[in-house]
């Protein structure tokens, strides 16, 4: 309830399923890498499901596209469809928040 | 009803079908739907799709022990399982015995969803081939795909998706139903115009008002290579049940003739038949209001119950106290007959649901009470309730049924005027039925008297005249036929002197014209 688990303390998740290693699959797999390494300087978990391997968990999330990234900690869940190459759009759909400047 | 799919035309049918186990359905699909393959039900916002998909389903786990998967991409799992259940198909049990499974593919709530960059639907695909490996499903069902144009943004390759899914599914293999909604009954098969060209096969649903009143409708457009029946045939949606068919042209003409003659519960009328109905015939009467219809209606069953037949009557103008204080004053005991076991007694009001609806009801009291005789009084009643054409399907289904059994049938139809003429029921049932029984009234030196003759009688002698009939305390007596009066069917009975009948008959000098 205090104001540090509003902080950066707070864990961040992020899962992308993909299907297959397909060349949409590596794509969206990097940008997401190269997003989180730049923007958040790892300060993200991330995981990635192929759902041609793990379809359960596909169901369970309810995701129909792929490249799909989900975001659920910290809530508000948001979902991002899409081979990531917009970063922009990838942040903002996201609602993360990125490492303060100084 | 499981045995018909093996249709006799199935070695010439390079297209293998499966029952769907929907009732009628098959019997219109000439066997089912073709097997492995995608069908498509386009039908306008409520034509009953989404329940057509689950009976699919239901109807092959419980008649053909055939699992099966239902993608929804419009009503959350949870409120579909709740709706179908309403039909009677335990849904949550075929779950947990993995004979049905469920892909919630509709729009999550409180998930906001943004795009970027290119995607596919490879995790829907997965999700839906994991469903039906899981439980080795050989059905699919999917309502309706096209609400994936208003979750996605990219149409172009939703379209494209919807195709790869559709190869799939023929892949996997299994049998699927994919609904599309279409804008209006008449329009494009699909909203967005994609979906049937993923589908050899197409089913359109209606629902129609007609003349001020709905009528559901199932047609088969088209199977590809395979046969099918044509045109549109009314369906029911029951509580229970689920969409029940109305086969219109499963009434052949092959129904066995029975030449065994039952007694039709008159005095006299045996003899102008010919020596009694028909035991598998069916019987119109038709007359004007306060004749004697409903009197002969309750002498047939008497006649019945006397002869040891069970006997029923659907009656659609009179409730049960009227019509058994109105039979005890024609010295009939229905009450007594009922004890006894040989008669039941079903009253509605026409107006307390579709003709379709009566149909089924009708049907379902026959296969439980298993008549040997089957009044329905009157017939005209049910006609104000109904479309022309949805009476005349209404009185093909119902006489079909009543054959099918080996009953014989006894329906009333009240005509317009007081004089002669004939009512819509007349003009639509005359040819269907056996024999057909005029009631009239005759205006003689100002006296209204009655008459009956029998105008028509298949596959037998009968008499032509026409006979005067009395009513009394112990019911109809049918009496001497009217010797000298002329012009009673059509309404306007004239005198002709003794001299001119003697003139006539030396005319033709044939001795008795049958």
Redesign the interface.
């Known amino acids: 309830m205090s104001s540090n688990n509003r902080g950066l303390g707070g864990r961040q998740v992020l899962t992308l399923f993909v299907t297959g290693k397909t060349q949409r699959s590596s794509m969206a797999i990097e940008n997401l890498k190269r997003l989180c390494e730049t923007e958040f300087a790892g300060d993200v978990e991330l995981q990635v499901v192929d759902v041609l391997e793990n379809p359960q968990l596909a169901e369970d999330e309810k995701i129909l596209a792929t490249p799909t990234v989900v975001k659920r900690l910290p809530p508000p869940l948001r979902k991002v469809i899409g081979d990531l190459s917009d970063l922009e759009k990838v942040l903002l759909g996201l609602d993360l928040r990125t490492k303060p400047q100084e | 009803m499981t045995q018909t799919h093996t249709s006799a035309n199935s070695a010439a049918d390079p297209v293998e079908k499966i029952p769907t186990g929907v009732p009628g359905l098959d019997h219109i699909a000439d066997g089912g739907l073709p097997k492995n393959r995608v069908t498509l039900v386009s039908g306008a916002s409520g034509s009953a799709k989404t329940v057509l998909a689950g009976q699919f389903l239901a109807a092959g786990i419980e008649e053909y022990d055939e699992a099966g998967v239902f993608v929804t991409f419009e009503e959350p799992s949870d409120d579909l399982r709740k709706n179908l259940t309403s039909f009677g198909w335990p849904v949550e049990r075929w779950e947990r015995e993995g004979k049905w499974a469920f ?3 509709g729009p ?1 709530i ?18 839906i ?3 039906v490996r899981k439980i080795g499903a050989s059905r699919v069902s999917l309502d309706s795909m096209g609400l ?1 144009f208003s ?2 943004q990219d149409s172009a390759t939703v379209r494209f998706e919807i195709f790869r899914i559709a190869a799939a599914l023929k892949e996997f293999p299994v049998s699927a139903i994919l609904t599309a909604e279409r804008t209006d009954d008449d329009g494009d098969l699909s909203r967005y115009g994609v979906e049937e060209f993923v589908s050899d096969n197409v089913v359109v649903l209606r629902n129609t008002l007609e003349e001020k009143m709905r009528r559901r409708t199932i047609e088969i457009l088209k199977f590809r290579g395979t046969s099918h029946k044509k045109g549109e045939f009314p369906f029911s949606i029951l509580p229970r049940r689920g969409i029940e068919i109305i086969p219109l042209s499963a009434i052949e003409l092959t129904q066995r003739s029975s030449d065994k003659r039952i007694p039709t519960g008159v005095d006299g009328l045996d003899a102008l038949c010919g020596g009694g109905f028909y035991r598998d015939s069916i019987v119109l009467v038709s007359g004007a209001t306060g004749n004697g219809k409903t009197l002969m209606v309750t002498e047939f069953m008497a006649g019945g119950a006397d002869n040891g037949e069970r006997c029923l009557l659907f009656a659609f103008e009179e409730s049960r106290e009227q019509l058994f204080r109105n039979a005890i004053g024609w010295d009939v005991d229905f009450e007594k007959m009922e004890r006894d076991g040989r008669f039941k007694v079903v009253c509605a009001y026409p107006e307390v649901m579709g003709l379709e609806d009566h149909l089924l009801k009708m049907k379902d009291t026959l296969d439980e009470f298993k008549p040997h005789r089957v009044a329905v009084d009157s017939l005209s009643a049910l006609e104000r309730i109904s479309t022309v054409r949805g009476f005349r399907e209404f009185v093909i289904g119902l006489t079909s049924f009543i054959k099918s059994r080996e009953v014989a049938g006894l329906f009333t139809s009240t005509t317009p005027s007081l004089m002669g003429g004939t009512s819509i029921t007349e003009s639509h049932i005359s040819t269907i039925t056996d024999s057909i029984i005029l009631l009239r009234y005759v205006e003689l030196f100002g006296e209204v008297r009655r008459g009956l003759t029998v105008l028509k009688m298949r596959g037998s002698f009968h008499e032509k005249s026409i006979h005067e009939f009395a009513i009394d305390g112990t019911g109809m007596h049918i009496g001497d036929p009217f010797r000298n009066v002329t012009g009673i069917l059509a309404g306007v009975p004239q005198n002709i002197s003794q001299d001119e009948i003697e003139r006539i008959e030396k005319m033709f000098d044939t001795g008795g014209l049958s």
């Open positions: 892909v919630d593919a999550e409180g998930a906001e969803t943004s795009f970027a960059g290119s995607y596919d639907l490879g995790a829907l695909l997965a999700r081939e994991h469903a994936l979750q996605l």
